[in-house]
């Protein structure tokens, strides 16, 4: 198989992992701790905010582990933590618990992906870290 076929199926795999995250309900295993409910439309955003930044930050720092983005002072999961909080402490409403629910999602997905990250996979990944860095810093 080329490497272009690799990374294709690759990424169809990955598709197919975001895909199943969608639906409200899911599967539940017996081992996993239930989910808490999500009743709102702001706690069902709360979870996709966790999906996206701290699924973001785990993956930068998987890539980092790999040896194919540059390490900095902090974590990329540390960096996002400290973001949340003080967002948290701001804004009033707290939905840390959706949020966390969403990362660790993406947390499981992403270490039973490893295998997905490729260099190419890693440069896309820090780019959008970049991003991230700095709408966090504008905050």
Known sequence: MTTAKREWHGMKKLFVV????????????????????????????ARQFGIFLGGTASQYDLCVKKGFLPKGNQSAE????SFLEKTWATNGTDQSVYVQDGWNMMKKEIAENESFYTQARCAAVGKQW???????RKK
């Open 18 to 45: 975001f895909a199943l995250m969608v639906p409200p309900g899911g599967l539940v295993l017996a081992n996993d701790p239930p989910e808490p409910n999500t009743n709102t439309q702001v706690q069902a955003q």
């Open 130 to 136: 970049t991003k991230l860095l700095d709408v966090m």
């Open 78 to 81: 540390e960096i996002a933590k």
